[in-house]
């Protein structure tokens, strides 16, 4: 399909499209999971060639307070065998200016030397903003963290569409704007490197149709979806997943998913298997929410994903 048809056709959908109202801690490695990596490994092969990874959120709190640190995040997947970390911008330090080089590189060798790979990582960027000034800054942000993505070796940067209401602006206009936005990433991206992965984030993006327009439309091999398993609750997630993972680069694995606005938990055998048939390899972040010890949580969420992944 000529380029410039499929990017009139996906505009003048986005109008019909739904939108809604919208201490120190210390891990020493629990018996159970002493030394999981290799035992998994050495049970399980590559399971398919997917890898576990943890993405940073689960620590959302204590790493926010500066009980925690991004090293003692890395020390928690070495004890539990947690394949692969996302570590998202702020949780660096000088978000949302670059970090030093000797901070990042820092962070880089002590992941090679606990075995373990950066999955990602992500910033926390708003392409909906209506004031272009204000946008071109958002498209800075992004620029500057694909530099740092680069000397941290995430292979993608996680970004958002945005989640502005913009009463008055038709929802093809933004739409529009938007694409412009993460067009110029795509570029940057490209020019270091780095594959940008568009999340879905129940914001301006909200089912599976919205997101493959916008994939399809920019068309390119460096842009892909970085799936959100808890995100898509206008329709079932499972068929939306489905439709979606052909375009997906990495992932957010939730405890629970939204079906008909009821939140339940996530069926990780089913997910696996969509997964699995996809023919996706690479890494699975799980990111766990809500209230409860994250250490606990994600080693139930970890032992459930491992399960479903054999």
């Known amino acids: 399909m000529d380029k410039q048809l499929h990017r009139r056709k996906f505009l003048a959908s986005a109008i ?35 890898k576990t990874s943890l993405n940073a959120f689960c620590f959302n709190a204590p790493l926010l307070a500066g009980t925690m640190t991004v090293s003692d995040a890395l020390d928690f ?6 394949e692969g970390i996302d570590i998202t911008g702020y949780y660096l330090k000088g978000y949302p200016q670059a970090p030093p080089d000797e901070y990042l590189y820092e962070i880089k060798r002590k992941a090679f030397g606990l075995g373990i790979g950066i999955s ?22 992004v620029k500057n963290w ?25 929802k093809e206009q933004v739409t529009e704007w938007m694409l412009k936005d993460i067009q110029t990433c795509v570029n940057y991206g490209k020019q270091h490197g780095i594959v940008i992965g568009l999340q879905n984030h129940n914001d301006f993006i909200q089912t599976a149709e919205q997101v493959i327009g916008m994939i399809e439309t920019i068309h390119s091999e460096w842009l892909g979806l970085i799936l959100d398993t808890g995100s898509f609750r206008v329709l079932d997630p499972y068929e939306e997943i489905t439709r979606a993972v ?13 079906i008909n606005g009821a939140e339940q938990e996530t069926d990780l055998d089913k997910l696996l298997e969509i997964i699995k048939s996809s023919g996706y390899k690479g890494y ?14 994600v080693i139930t969420l970890l032992t459930k994903l491992q399960k479903a992944m054999i």
Request: aromatic share 6%.
């Open 16 to 50: 019909a499209l739904p939108v809604l109202a919208s201490a120190g801690m210390a891990f020493p490695a629990p018996p159970v999971f002493a030394n999981l990596r290799s035992a998994f490994a050495k049970s399980h092969g590559s399971a398919n060639g997917l």
């Open 77 to 82: 997947c070495a004890a539990t065998g947690i």
């Open 120 to 141: 990602g990582t992500g910033v926390r960027n708003d392409f909906t903003i209506a004031d272009k000034a204000k946008r071109e800054g958002e498209v800075a942000l």
């Open 146 to 170: 694909i530099e740092v993505a680069a000397k941290l070796g995430a292979p993608v940067i996680r970004i958002f569409a945005g989640n502005q209401k913009n009463e008055g602006i038709p």
């Open 246 to 258: 052909k375009h997906t680069v990495n992932w957010q694995i939730k405890e629970n998913v939204f």
């Open 284 to 297: 699975i972040p799980i990111e766990t929410l809500g209230e409860g010890d994250p250490k606990t949580k």
